[in-house]
C-alpha cells in the first residue's frame, strides 16, 4: 500500500497514541474480572441479599466484577460532554489529553500494590474520568488537523488503529497472564503484575507520543466558543439538530453491536460450539470494522456522509436480526462480519459529518455527543442483553433491530449535510 501524501503525520500520531491506549484500557476489560476473582479481597456481605422496595437481588461476584466494569464506561461515557466543553472553552486540548492519559496510567499502576475491592473499584473509576478526557480532545485534534474532503479518510484511520488496539489487546492479556509468572533477573513477576505494567507502560507511550508530535491548533484558542450549550432542535425549528440525531443514531448502532458479547455461554450452548469459534464469530465483526473503516471514510469524503449512513443503517438491520434465529456457527461468523462492516459504514462518516457541523471553536463538546452515544450504547446493550435474553433467544437481537429501525429513520430524516463536498483536488487523489 502507497503512503498517502496528504496524510497528517499528526493524526497519524494521535491513531497510534489512541491505539496503545486502547491497547491498554483493553487490556484490563480480560485482566480484572480474573484479578478480581483470584487475587482481589471481596467484601464480606458477598454472597448476601439486598433489597431495593420490592425487588430484592443476591451479591454474587459475578456482580461485583460488572460493576467495575460498568462503571468505567458509564463514567467515560458521561464525562465527555463536560471535558469536551471545558476543552472548548478553554481553547486547549492538549493539556487535558496529557490529563487524562495520566491519570489511566495512574489506576494501572495503582493495581499492582492496591488488592482489595473498594480500592480497585476506585482505580477503575479513575480511568474512567482518564478515559473521558482522552477520547474527546483526541477526535476533536483529528477534526481540527483534517482539511476538507479529508474527514472521513482521517477518522476511517483513526478508527482503524483504535479498534486495531482494542482487538488485540485482550489476546495479549490473555497470553501475558496465562504464561506468568516471569523471573526478571530475579525479580518474580505474577502473570497479572506482569499485564497492569503493559498497561502502564502503553499509556506512558501515547503520553511520550502526544507531548513530542502534538500540539494545539493556532486556531483553537482564538476560537473558543463561548455558546457551549447542546443543541437539540434545528434553530429553524424544523426538526432534531443533526448532530443530536447522529448521537441518538450512535447509541442505538452502538446497541446492536455489544447485545453480543454478554451471551457468549448461551450462544455456545445452542450452536453446539466451542470457546474458540465463539471468540472467531466476536472478533469477525472486529476485523470487518478494521477493514473497511478507511476506505468507507475515504469514499463518504468524495461522494457524501448520508449514502454511506443509510446504507449502513439498512444493512446493520438483517445483519442483527438474523443472529437470533441461525443455526449455525458459519452463518453467526458470516453475520457478525456483516454487521460490523455495516458499523464501519456508520461512524467514521458519522464523525467526519458531526466535524463539518461543528461551529468554530466547538469540535471538543460537539463531536464528544458522539463518542458518549457509542460508550453509553456499549454500556446499555450490555446490560440489556442479559436481561431480555430471559424472555428467549431471539429477543435481545428483535430489540436491538427495533433500535437499528429508529436509527435509520432519524438518519433519513433528521439528519443533513450543511453542504456538498468539494470536489477533490488531483493530490488528494494520487
Known amino acids: 500500500m502507497v503512503p498517502d501524501p496528504n496524510l497528517d503525520s499528526r493524526v497519524l500520531t ?94 494501572s499502576l495503582g493495581f499492582l500494590v492496591l488488592a482489595d475491592y473498594v480500592s480497585v473499584l476506585a ?73 497492569f505494567l503493559i498497561a502502564v507502560v502503553a499509556a506512558a507511550v501515547s503520553f511520550v507520543l502526544v507531548t513530542a508530535l502534538i500540539g494545539d491548533p493556532d486556531e483553537t484558542t482564538a476560537q473558543a466558543g463561548e455558546d457551549l450549550s447542546v443543541r437539540v432542535w434545528n434553530r429553524d425549528g424544523s426538526g432534531l439538530d443533526s448532530v443530536f440525531a447522529l448521537a441518538l443514531t450512535t447509541v442505538v448502532m452502538a446497541m446492536s453491536f455489544a447485545i453480543f458479547a454478554p451471551l457468549a455461554n448461551t450462544i455456545n450452548q445452542r450452536l453446539g460450539q466451542g470457546d474458540l469459534i465463539f471468540s472467531l464469530q466476536f472478533g469477525a ?19 457524501g456522509r448520508r449514502p454511506f449512513l443509510i446504507g449502513g443503517f439498512v444493512l446493520l438491520l438483517p445483519a442483527t436480526l438474523f443472529q437470533g434465529f441461525v443455526a449455525s456457527s458459519l452463518a453467526m461468523g458470516v453475520l457478525r462480519f456483516v454487521q460490523g462492516a455495516s458499523v464501519a459504514a456508520v461512524f467514521a462518516p458519522s464523525l467526519a459529518l458531526a466535524g463539518e457541523l461543528a461551529d468554530e471553536g466547538q469540535s471538543g463538546s460537539t463531536l464528544s455527543l458522539l463518542t458518549m452515544g457509542f460508550g453509553l450504547g456499549i454500556a446499555f446493550g450490555t446490560l440489556l442483553s442479559g ?22 429513520v432519524l438518519v433519513y430524516t433528521q439528519v443533513r449535510e450543511p453542504t456538498a463536498n468539494p470536489p477533490l483536488t488531483p493530490a488528494a487523489t494520487d
Open 285 to 303: 465483526a472486529v476485523l470487518a470494522n478494521v477493514l473497511f473503516q478507511l476506505p468507507v471514510g475515504r469514499l463518504s469524503d468524495r461522494f
Open 123 to 195: 482505580l477503575r473509576a479513575l480511568q474512567g474520568i482518564g478515559a473521558a478526557f482522552t477520547v474527546p480532545m483526541t477526535v476533536a485534534l483529528v477534526n481540527e488537523y483534517s482539511a476538507e474532503g479529508e474527514r472521513g479518510g482521517n477518522f476511517g484511520l483513526f478508527n482503524t488503529f483504535r479498534l486495531l488496539g482494542f482487538g488485540t489487546g485482550p489476546v495479549v492479556a490473555g497470553v501475558v497472564v496465562e504464561f506468568g509468572p516471569y523471573d526478571l533477573r530475579g525479580v518474580v513477576i505474577s502473570g497479572f503484575d506482569a499485564a
Open 14 to 107: 494521535l491513531a497510534l497514541a489512541r491505539m496503545v491506549d486502547a491497547v491498554a484500557n483493553s487490556f484490563l476489560v480480560v485482566v480484572l474480572p480474573l484479578y478480581i476473582g483470584r487475587i482481589v479481597a471481596l467484601p464480606g456481605y458477598v454472597g448476601g441479599v439486598v433489597a431495593v422496595g420490592p425487588v430484592s437481588f443476591r451479591l454474587t461476584e459475578a456482580l461485583l466484577i460488572g460493576v467495575v466494569l460498568s462503571l468505567f464506561g458509564f463514567l467515560n461515557s458521561l464525562g465527555q460532554p463536560f471535558t469536551g466543553r471545558l476543552s472548548d472553552r478553554t481553547g486547549k486540548r492538549k493539556i487535558y489529553l496529557l490529563f487524562g492519559l495520566a491519570l489511566v496510567a495512574v489506576g
Open 387 to 408: 436481561v431480555l435474553v430471559g424472555f428467549g433467544f431471539a429477543v435481545p437481537f428483535v430489540v436491538a433491530t427495533g433500535g437499528g429501525a429508529v436509527g435509520l
